[in-house]
């Protein structure tokens, strides 16, 4: 019993998880996966700001709208809010999205990743104002 607790205690997105069905279950762990290398930079929990901001609540937010975070002057200056198609064209070029930005990750060029993380982000978000939590 020690034990699943402990792999429950490791695996943050459990309960996200149990509440989708199959197809999905498998679409958020690619969107996992594909989110990986964001997490070095990005907190998915909405909580911390780490050298990027965090990304829960994103949808529906204008770029470089937290407060207290120090944005580059593009995303500060930046009119774009993020939605799917946006945020799409963005992970797929951000420099051609928000000109200066200092986004250090490459591009992601594959459009199924893209299209995985984004429903990953989406399914957090969903998760988060469904039990009430806030993002930053």
């Given at each position: 019993m020690l034990a699943c607790f402990a792999v429950a205690a490791c695996d943050p997105y459990s309960e996200v998880r149990d509440g989708l069905n199959p197809a999905d279950?498998?679409?958020?762990a690619r969107g996992q996966r594909a989110a990986t290398p964001c997490a070095t930079c990005h907190d998915f929990a909405g909580q911390a700001h780490k050298v990027g901001p965090p990304?829960?609540?994103?949808?529906?937010r204008r770029a470089g709208a937290i407060k207290d975070f120090p944005y580059s002057a593009a995303f500060r200056?930046?009119?774009l809010e993020w939605n799917d198609r946006s945020l799409d064209a963005f992970l797929a070029n951000p420099q051609a999205v928000i000109p200066g930005n200092r986004m250090l990750s490459p591009p992601m060029t594959e459009?199924?990743?893209?299209?995985?993380?984004?429903?990953?982000?989406?399914?957090?978000d969903r998760q988060s104002m469904d039990t009430g939590a806030e993002s930053s």
């Open positions: 279950r498998e679409r958020f990304l829960l609540g994103l949808f529906g200056q930046s009119s459009p199924g990743a893209r299209s995985d993380f984004i429903f990953f982000l989406r399914t957090l």
